[in-house]
C-alpha cells in the first residue's frame, strides 16, 4: 500500500500552511465498527456515530477490507439503485469493476478512482473481476458518498473514470510525507476528479517521525481517518490511527504527526483527508437514496419501483 508512489518525493512541489495559519484543533473522534456490505464484503463505516453538522457535505465512508481473499471469495454487490448524490471509489490495492444503467463503467486498480454522479437517478453494480474470483487475492479501498444541493439532485447521472497516474502528487514542506490530490485542489494544486459540490480529497503517506501541515480552506469542514499506521492529529496531537476518525474545528490549517514506530503491516501512516464546502440543507437519507425531505424519499423509490431510474443491461442476465 498504495500503488501510486513518487520514487523521490523531494522532486515534487512542495505544500506547507503559511507560517501565521491558525492551525485546527481535534473537536472529535471515532472509531468506525466493522460490518459488511452487498454480497458480505468487509467494511469498516468511517463515520458512524459522527454528528452530521460535522460531516456535511459527506455522508458517509466505507473503508473496504484491508482483506486477503482466498479463491472463490471476492465478492461485491448485486444491481441496486442511487439517486441524489455522487459515490467516489478508491481502489488501493485490488481490482473492482463498476457497471451503471446509464452507460457508465470501467475497471479499477491499484490507485484508480471512479466517481459516478448518481444525480436523478440510476442503477449500478461492482462485483470483482472473475480471475480475482478465481485467483484470490488482497483488496482494499475506500467508498465515500458526496451529498448534492438541492439545485443539482436531479441533475444527470455522470461517471468518470480516473486512472491512478492522473492524481496530482505533492509533498509536504519537508519532504517527510507524499501527499495525493485525488479531488480537489491544495494550495493552488487541482486533482483530476470534478465534483458538483467542493471538495477536497487527498491521501497522505507520512513518514515515521514526520508531521504535515498543510493550508486548508476556512470554509471546509475538515475531516481525517487512518487507512493504516498510527500517530497523532492536531497541534495537541490527539492520538489516532487505523480505523479511527477525526473531525477538526476552524481555521485555516490541518496538522497531522506520524509515530516514530509504526507497526508491521504499514511502513507509513496512511491518512486521508477530506474537506468540502457544507450544503446546510435538511438532508432525507434513507438506503440507497440522500435527498431533501421525505417527500422526495418516496418519490424515490416509487421511481425506482416503476423503472424510472433505469434498467439492467439486458446483456447483464
Known amino acids: 500500500m498504495p500503488a501510486i508512489t513518487a520514487e523521490n518525493p523531494l522532486v515534487l512541489p512542495r505544500v506547507a500552511a503559511p507560517a501565521g495559519a491558525r492551525r485546527r484543533r481535534v473537536l472529535h473522534t471515532a472509531t468506525a465498527p466493522s460490518g459488511f456490505e452487498g454480497e458480505g464484503f468487509p467494511v469498516r463505516r468511517a463515520f458512524a456515530g459522527i454528528d452530521h453538522r460535522y460531516l456535511d457535505p459527506f455522508i458517509m465512508m466505507d473503508q473496504m477490507g484491508e482483506v486477503d481473499y482466498e479463491a472463490g471469495e471476492p465478492k461485491g454487490t448485486p444491481w441496486h439503485p442511487h439517486r441524489g448524490f455522487e459515490t467516489v471509489t478508491y481502489i488501493i490495492d485490488g481490482t473492482f469493476v463498476h457497471r451503471d444503467s446509464h452507460g457508465g463503467g470501467g475497471t479499477i486498480s491499484d490507485g484508480d478512482t471512479q466517481w459516478m454522479t448518481a444525480g436523478s437517478g440510476l442503477l449500478h453494480i461492482e462485483t470483482p473481476p472473475e480471475e480475482l474470483v478465481v485467483s484470490g487475492g488482497l483488496f482494499h479501498g475506500l467508498q465515500l458518498w458526496v451529498n448534492l444541493p438541492a439545485r443539482a439532485k436531479m441533475t444527470d447521472p455522470r461517471y468518470q473514470d480516473i486512472r491512478g497516474g492522473s492524481v496530482r502528487l505533492l509533498a509536504s514542506g519537508d519532504g517527510g510525507a507524499l501527499l495525493r490530490v485525488i479531488a480537489g485542489e ?60 477525526v473531525v477538526f474545528g476552524g481555521g485555516g490549517a490541518l496538522t497531522v504527526r506520524a509515530a516514530e514506530d509504526q507497526d508491521s503491516r504499514s511502513e507509513n501512516f496512511e491518512v486521508i483527508l477530506l474537506g468540502g464546502l457544507p450544503i446546510r440543507e435538511p438532508m432525507a437519507h ?17 421511481d425506482f419501483r416503476a423503472g424510472r431510474l433505469g434498467s439492467v443491461p439486458a446483456e447483464a442476465h
Request: aromatic residues 10%.
Open 186 to 245: 491544495l494550495d493552488g494544486h487541482e486533482g483530476p476528479g470534478v465534483t458538483h459540490t467542493p471538495i477536497t480529497m487527498i491521501h497522505a503517506s507520512v513518514s515515521p517521525g514526520a508531521e504535515i501541515t498543510l493550508p486548508w480552506r476556512p470554509d471546509f469542514n475538515a475531516l481525517a481517518y487512518g487507512l493504516a499506521g498510527h500517530g497523532f492529529a492536531g497541534g495537541e496531537r490527539r492520538p489516532f490511527g487505523m480505523g479511527r476518525t
Open 286 to 302: 434513507y438506503g440507497p437514496f440522500v435527498m431533501n425531505s421525505h417527500a422526495e424519499l418516496v418519490r424515490a423509490f416509487e
